[in-house]
């Protein structure tokens, strides 16, 4: 579909926090935060199903990849993280954390999606498989005309 910009291979991830505009000098606390409160989680496995649209299916504006088995653990994952970052100053999402995969992000108007709104409904219980959680990647993102770019700034290995 034209109306869609999918996610590139290298850059899809499951978004834990997200931090914003970063002061560089709290970049190497942000880091050693997490992995501090990470040390001794254990990998565990997910299964991602269901397709999906942010804010609504008859309104999508962001694709994304759901998580049936294993979710539990993924919202465990992200409030340790979260709450290690409460410290430096970054607040907690007021919305409950839904784990979940971007995949793409819907341009155009309501008229452009309506076939995309159809097929939604046929993926909602979309089987994608199964991967293991094995690490924990602090990234930095850099907008392009092109889509993002991701900087590797630290990974903890669960």
């Known amino acids: 579909m034209d ?14 926090q997200f931090l914003g505009d970063v002061e560089e000098t709290l970049l190497a606390n942000v880091c050693h935060m997490v992995g501090k409160a990470l ?38 994952l992200q409030n340790t993280v979260a709450s290690s970052l409460e410290s430096l100053g970054f607040r907690r999402e007021q919305r409950p954390y839904a784990p979940h995969l971007t995949i793409g992000r819907v341009r155009g108007g309501q008229r452009a999606v309506e076939p995309l709104i159809e097929r939604l409904a046929d993926y909602a219980d979309f089987h994608a498989g199964a991967m293991c959680i094995d690490a924990v990647t602090v990234f930095a993102s850099e907008l392009n005309p092109g889509g993002p770019t991701y900087h590797v700034l630290s990974k903890v290995t669960l």
């Open 3 to 16: 109306s869609i910009k999918w996610v590139a291979e290298e850059n899809l991830h499951w978004t834990l």
């Open 39 to 76: 040390s001794g989680t254990v990998p565990f496995d997910i299964e991602v199903v269901g397709a999906g649209a942010y804010p609504a299916r008859h309104r999508p504006r962001t694709l994304w990849l759901g998580v049936a088995a294993g979710r539990e653990s993924m919202i465990e």
